[in-house]
Structures are given as C-alpha cells and as structure tokens.
C-alpha cells in the first residue's frame, strides 16, 4: 500500500480538526487505573490534545480537551536522562502522559499551560527561540478566542412556563421563592450536568443548591470549538446578597443578578436552562354521535300553499237548477270530494234551500188543485 504524503495527512488533519496546529510529537498516555502506557502520535490543536495511532493516520482516534485541565503536575523532579511523567487532572478523569525526552517534556508542559491558562508559565527551562515560539502561540490562541466584532449575540428563546417542580423547602431566608431564577433546580452537581449533557437544547445554566448549606452553586456547560466544556461556581451568600467565588470575586445583590452576570459574560452564547413543554401537533376528529348527522345541509323544501279554482260566475238560473230528484226514502249524500272552499259550500247550502222551497211550493199547488177538483 502505497503511503500517504506527510502534506496530505497534515491537511485533512486540519479539515476534521478545524483547529491549528501548536505543538506535535510521539508520546505515552495512559489513564491512572490503567497499567501500562500505549505510544501514540499527539498534536496539540487549539486547546485539545488528538491522538493517532501514528504520524500517518489522518483521523484521530482519541482527543483530551485541556480546557478541562485542573492542574498538570510533574510526577518526579526534573532530571535530564530520566523520562517525564505529567499527571493531568481533568474533570472526570485523571491523565497521564510520558515522555522518553525530558527536554521534550518541558516543551509539552510550556504549550500545554500556555493554551489552557492563556499566559506562559514562569519557570520554563527553554531556549529562547522555544520562548519566542511560545509567545506567538499565546497571541494566536487569545486571538482564536476573541469573538468578531461584527457578530452580535443572538436573541435568547421565550421561556417556557416553569414547571411546578423546581422550587424547593431548602432555600435560604435571604431568597424567597419570587427572587429565585426560573433556572434553579435541586438537584446535585452530577444530576446537572447530565441534564445539561443530555438537553443543551434547553440552555446551559442551571443554578442549584450548593453542599455547604444556605450557598449555591452554578453548573455552565459552554460549546467551544474543541468540544463542550462543564464548569462549576459556587455562590456565597452574604447579608448584602451574594458572592461569586472567582479568581476576583464578584458581588451581585440577587441570583438573577449572578445568572445575568454569566450570560454577559459569555456574550450571550449561553441562557439559563428551562425544560420545554410539550405541545400537541395533531388534530383528532372524534366520530359524531349516531343522533348527529354531520352531512351537508340540504335546501329546505316550503310546500306550496293550496288555492282553490276561482269560481267563474254563473246564471243565477244555473245555480238554481234543479237537480236529479233522489229516490223517495234516500238520503241526500254530499260529495266528500268537493274542495273545501266556505264560497262553495254557501252557494250549495243556497241551492239546496231553494229546490226544498220548490218542492213544497209545488207540493202546496198539488194539493190545492186536487181541492178544487174535488169541489
């Protein structure tokens, strides 16, 4: 297999990287509960320490981000034929890294603090040029951490309602619960920044109660461009408000006060960690009751209002006609059919009165004549 050119690896290096290039070199790394040390290929890029298998390989196998450096102490006096050993404490682990060179172990050490402390350590055995090299690395790396000018901080997301579990009976008499940061949650430092880990969506402050009593605490876990950093800062209460423990304190009079205080300072790249709620996205139709029918509604139908012919006038004699003489021992039944117009049935009560007043007119002639004929 035909091998890389160095230029090669160098390049994509730095395009998964996207860190520059400080220091490099072979050395031994091990953690403390491990009991030999494994060779690797290390560069040292911005604040994070890769590790390769070899100076061939392009993409890291391992990486120890330094910004979580607590301190680097030598484990042996320095000797000049002897190996150096450094032990790197993390946040949730220990490191230890070897060196067969002790001269190239003092150079580790001076890069390695001066990236993480931003200031170049002031007992280094370097050569001059080393120290001019250094310093040039320091500028680089304040540099590299500088935000531009024309970048404005973005606008902080509303906050979702606070849930009803974040406070807690364990608060001190000088916050009452008003004053309490809608970010406060009791829970222990672990507890937060597992939160924090699993959630960064929510935010990257939370504000808890701190291990000695009536004190806080504020666990910020800030992305950098070697990966997320968690850190933790105890807040002292006093009889004026509270201190903020920093290598020059600060006093803020609220706990508000002391979260705006880290949001300015982080240039508004981290807010205050508030779970969100859920909320529905669907839109269920139930089905209607069986009484319900959710068809369209159809055009009522008026029915038409029933008129009666008119009547065309008739001679008087037509309506006086007689009509066919029932059979003797009949009833007169009425025709069920007729419409039941009250004109009409006038006019017929006026045409039946009349034929009964013919009739016994005509039966009162027959019996007169019958009288006279008899005389």
């Known amino acids: 297999m035909m091998s890389v050119h160095p230029r090669v690896v160098h390049k994509r290096r730095a395009t998964i990287t996207a860190l520059p290039l400080y220091y490099s070199g072979h050395l031994l790394k091990k953690l403390t509960r491990e009991k030999d040390f494994k060779q690797y290929y290390a560069e040292l890029r911005g604040a994070t320490l890769f ?13 120890l981000d330094l910004e979580q450096l607590k301190s680097m102490e030598l484990e042996s006096p320095y000797q000049r034929k002897a190996s150096t050993i450094f032990i790197l404490t993390l946040h949730t682990e220990e490191v230890q890294l070897k060196m067969d060179n002790p001269d190239t172990g003092e150079e580790w050490r001076g890069y390695i603090l001066t990236v993480v402390r931003k200031e170049i350590p002031s007992k280094l055995e370097l050569l001059p040029g080393q120290m001019l090299r250094l310093q040039e690395v320091l500028a680089e790396e304040r540099k590299r951490n500088i935000p531009a000018p024309h970048q404005t901080p973005p606008p902080l997301p509303p ?4 849930p009803s579990f974040l406070l807690s009976t364990s608060f001190s008499s000088s916050s009452s619960s008003k004053d309490m940061p809608e970010c406060f949650f009791s829970v222990t430092r672990l507890e937060a920044e597992q939160m924090l880990e699993a959630n960064p969506e929510y935010g990257g402050i939370i504000l808890r109660p701190s291990t000695l009593a009536n004190n806080y605490a504020l666990t910020l876990r800030q992305p950098t461009s070697s990966g997320p950093v968690v850190k933790n800062y105890r807040l002292t209460t006093t009889n004026s408000g509270f201190v903020i ?6 006093t803020v009079s609220s706990l508000s006060d002391a979260v705006k205080y880290f949001i300015e300072k982080t240039e508004y790249r981290l807010y205050p960690y508030m779970e969100s709620q859920p ?3 669907c839109i269920e139709v139930s089905p209607p009751p069986k009484c319900v029918s959710i068809t369209s509604p159809t055009t009522k139908t008026i029915p038409k209002a ?10 008087k004699e037509a309506l006086l006609s007689t009509p066919a003489k029932p ?3 009949e009833y007169v039944v009425p025709n069920d059919h007729k419409p039941d117009d009250p004109n009409l049935k006038l006019v017929q ?15 009162i002639y027959t019996a007169n004549s019958d009288e006279k004929v008899t005389s």
């Open 349 to 363: 009560l006026d045409g039946e009165l009349q034929r009964i007043l013919k009739l016994r007119r005509e039966n």
């Open 51 to 63: 590790l390769y298998t070899d100076d061939t390989q392009d993409t890291y196998i391992e990486k």
């Open 306 to 315: 029933h008129v009666a012919p008119m009547q065309q006038s008739q001679p």
């Open 245 to 250: 423990e920093l290598d020059n304190p600060v």
């Open 327 to 329: 059979g003797e021992g």
């Open 159 to 162: 906050l979702p309602p606070r």
């Open 279 to 281: 909320y529905d996205t």
